[in-house]
């Protein structure tokens, strides 16, 4: 099975796929969902032996493919795919999410059906080559190639200000790619080789850890998106169809606390130990301020869109206060809070997925994402409300639900390295109480408030099988972390042991 190029296949299966769709679900709709539907579960089957056959005792790379892609001299880029305990749970993610997007887009999208399931599956498949990825070129062309069908999902098949929205999406990110491109340039140059792991064992001064993390931060920081370069995430979310918002929030943000425990971290040590107070305050503004903005937002996926943004400032918290933490001795607590941002993440996916999808839910049959538009909708929609109920509860953390775990590890680690620190962090569990419940008292409860409210079917048993199924993957990792962090554990012991470890006067620091 090693031999098996298992992660080219999780690659390429959903591009084939997509271009399958193309090609002969073009003048049937009903023949390029089940198309896309077939190849999104056989992508997510593929990845049952990634997760089976997962060594869990270790922090190398598994799965590894090698191939010379392209060779100047002696400076190679290479075709090189592999996993650790960082990348695998983002791949599963990414192909679980899928299924539950083109089934959620089964009967809404009417308008060139084959176009929209081939953009999520070419998506799918670019994603899981960001995560998979061991070449720093190879990971630049899939995270920009990435762009492409998302600014066409949100062009496309948005609103009525998608131009504007995929536009601002588009430049955001871009420029912050740039920069980013420049930084792997330069280390490819100095390493010889743009293989990830050659640049963690690169020895650079503080001069040119500065600029790269400068570099690294301004590409990773738009796609997070931290503040104050959050303002593109609300008018793409707003704009996007229901599919769009959710593998942006699900997926696309998770790319760049990605970025920063694959690139930022490991090969710019020095320099992310100093910005490391810079990183933690912008993070607490996150979880904060935009608590408060999230607070008064009228829009439902907007009100959404903040709190992903909040609650995405406890993974670079959880990555950031690390440093903190081992310069005080305190590696357990470091592990802790960098475990907690990691579930953070997948955590993130599962519930903001389920929120839009809720959202989504009221949106194809009232045509309004307005708050003030609904109220009562209990009365006719008792499963959807009983289902909104727990992914809203999910998202301002309540114990035994996903939300709880990663919110609470990093505010655990974060007590350890400042009490002031875990007391702004803690914050959010009033405010996301706050602007959580506050959404669904308004929008479910109450009496019928209008006649659109009125004539609401409750949710058909399509939408009931998603929405169970995400329901069961938010209590089962709340209930049951062990099966998250435990594959996690030796990739986050290993930066902490090897991959943080300064590289000033060092040479070869982290193999």
């Avoid at 303002?231 to 998770?254: C, F, N, R, Y």
């Avoid at 935009?290 to 829009?299: E, M, R």
């Avoid at 992914?391 to 390295?417: C, D, H, K, R």
């Amino acid at each position: 099975m090693n031999n098996f190029p298992l992660l080219s296949l999780l690659v390429w299966l959903p591009m084939a796929g997509g271009l399958a769709v193309l090609l002969f679900g073009g003048k049937s709709p009903a023949r390029a969902k089940w198309l896309s539907l077939l190849t999104a579960l056989a992508t997510l089957v593929a990845c049952a032996p990634l997760y089976s056959n997962f060594d869990m005792t270790t922090a190398d790379l598994q799965f590894v493919e090698r191939a010379v892609w392209f060779q100047f001299e002696t400076l190679k880029i290479e075709y090189a795919l592999g996993v650790d305990g960082f990348a695998m749970p983002l791949i599963l993610l990414t192909c679980f999410t899928t299924v539950l997007v083109v089934a959620a887009g089964w009967e809404v999208i009417e308008n060139r059906v084959s176009h929209y399931m081939a953009a999520f599956l070419f998506m799918t498949g670019l994603m899981n080559g960001v995560f998979a990825a061991m070449d720093a070129m190879l990971f630049y062309v899939f995270w920009e190639a990435m762009l492409v069908p998302m600014f066409l999902i949100i062009g496309i098949w948005g609103g009525p200000n998608r131009v504007y929205a995929t536009i601002k999406f588009f430049l955001y990110t871009f420029f912050g790619s740039v920069f980013m491109l420049v930084a792997l340039i330069y280390m490819g140059l100095e390493a010889n080789s743009f293989m990830i792991s050659d640049l963690h064992s690169l020895p650079l001064e503080m001069n040119p850890q500065h600029w790269i993390f400068a570099a690294f931060l301004i590409a990773f920081a738009v796609k997070v998106p931290m503040f104050p370069v959050h303002t593109w995430l609300p008018d793409a979310h707003v704009e996007a169809p229901t599919g769009g918002s959710v593998v942006l929030a699900a997926i696309m943000l998770k790319m760049g606390t990605y970025g920063f425990i694959r690139f930022s971290l490991p090969i710019a040590p020095d320099a992310s130990a100093a910005w490391a107070d810079f990183m933690i305050a912008i993070s607490l503004v996150a979880v904060v301020y935009i608590g408060f903005v999230a607070l008064v937002q009228k829009d439902m996926k907007k009100l959404i869109a903040y709190s992903s943004i909040a609650h995405m400032g406890f993974v670079t918290l959880g990555f950031f206060i690390a440093f903190a933490l081992r310069e005080n001795g305190d590696q357990m607590q470091a592990a802790l809070g960098v475990q907690g941002g990691l579930v953070q993440m997948i955590s993130h996916g599962f519930i903001s997925g389920a929120m839009f999808l809720c959202i989504g839910v009221l949106y194809d049959r009232v045509h309004s994402r307005m708050i003030a538009d609904y109220g009562g909708v209990a009365n006719t929609m008792p499963k959807f409300a009983a289902f909104m109920m727990l992914f809203t509860m999910a998202n301002a953390g309540l114990p035994g639900t996903s939300g709880f775990v990663g919110e609470f590890m990093v505010i655990l680690a974060s007590f350890s390295a400042n009490f002031w620190y875990a007391f702004l962090a803690a914050t959010t569990l009033i405010l996301g109480a706050a602007y959580s419940l506050w959404m669904y008292k308004r929008v479910i409860f109450g009496e019928v408030a209008n006649s659109h409210v009125a004539e609401l079917n409750d949710i058909n048993a399509r939408e009931q099988l998603i929405l169970a199924i995400l329901a069961i993957a938010v209590l089962a990792l709340g209930l049951y972390p062990k099966m998250l962090t435990d594959i996690m554990e030796p990739s986050v012991q290993h930066l902490l042991n090897c991959g943080l470890q300064s590289k000033l006067g060092a040479i070869g620091v982290c193999q």
